[in-house]
């Protein structure tokens, strides 16, 4: 019932950009805190970018702050990761998530989101 569907990845050159997609249904999308989380091969899931439910306050890790804008689009159900001054440390596969919450509030830890989508890979070449 609950789908998160991510999309925009691909193969890109270093210094490129690239803008992600994730588009969610049956949940209570403008009550939902959102996240962006990448996984390198062989390598743990790690926290990229959360947004709270309005959108008003956003978080990042220190390695794509500055690079790296998260969004979203109430009104679309959507939420966006705009890339750019991509590096090859950046290729992974992208995850969205989300978690309901009561309160504009951001999350940083995979075990805060209960909601997960398929991811789109991203590949940075050099």
């Known amino acids: 019932q609950v789908q998160l569907v991510e999309s925009g990845g691909g193969l890109v050159q270093a210094g490129g950009s690239l803008r992600l997609s994730c588009a969610a249904s049956?949940?209570?999308?403008?009550?939902?805190?959102m996240g962006w989380f990448r996984q390198a091969p062989g390598k743990e899931r790690e926290f990229v970018a959360a947004?709270?439910?309005?959108?008003?306050?956003?978080y990042y890790t220190d390695s794509v702050k500055g690079r790296f804008t998260i969004s979203r689009d109430n009104a679309k159900n959507t939420v966006y990761l705009q890339m750019n001054s991509l590096m090859p440390e950046d290729t992974a596969v992208y995850y969205c998530?989300?978690?309901?919450?009561?309160?504009?509030?951001?999350?940083?830890?995979?075990?805060?989101?209960?909601?997960w989508g398929q991811g789109t890979e991203v590949t940075v070449s050099s």
């Open positions: 998530a989300a978690r309901l919450s009561y309160s504009d509030t951001y999350y940083l830890l995979r075990n805060d989101y209960p909601y």
């Open positions: 049956g949940l209570a999308f403008s009550r939902c805190a």
């Open positions: 947004i709270t439910w309005s959108g008003g306050r956003t």
